[in-house]
Nanobody, 123 residues
């Protein structure tokens, strides 16, 4: 499956962005989807994940209550709505797809990756 992330940009602290990740090539609804991020000098970290149907979601503690992951299987797209952004949210954000069931937080558990989109939050 090919993944194309978009929607990043520069925003002031407290602002919002919505990231999108469009998938192609395979049956999108067969994949658990995740969003990860990588700040300069840091390892890539899990941000949020969503089950095949969208009925189960999981978030890293630092974004709970501010970020919302969702998916539209008819459009083969997963979204990450980011509100109340903070400077520490600055990173390159990646979407990822996992063929097997279960939402996992390790990068090694995901099979396909998008190219990343830059999110910069100014203070």
């Amino acid at each position: 499956v090919q993944l194309q992330a978009s929607g990043g940009g520069l925003v002031q602290a407290g602002g919002s962005l919505r990231l999108s990740c469009a998938a192609s090539g395979r049956t999108f609804s067969n994949y658990v989807m995740g969003w990860f991020r990588q700040a300069p000098g840091k390892e890539r970290e899990f941000v949020a994940g969503i089950s095949w149907s969208g009925g189960v979601t999981y978030y890293v503690d630092s974004v709970k209550g501010r970020f919302t992951i969702s998916r539209d299987n008819a459009k083969s797209t997963v979204y990450l709505q980011m509100n109340s952004l903070k400077p520490e949210d600055t990173a390159v954000y990646y979407c990822a797809a996992r063929y097997y069931s279960g939402i996992y937080s390790r990068t090694a558990d995901y099979d396909y990756w998008g190219q990343g989109t830059q999110v910069t939050v100014s203070s």
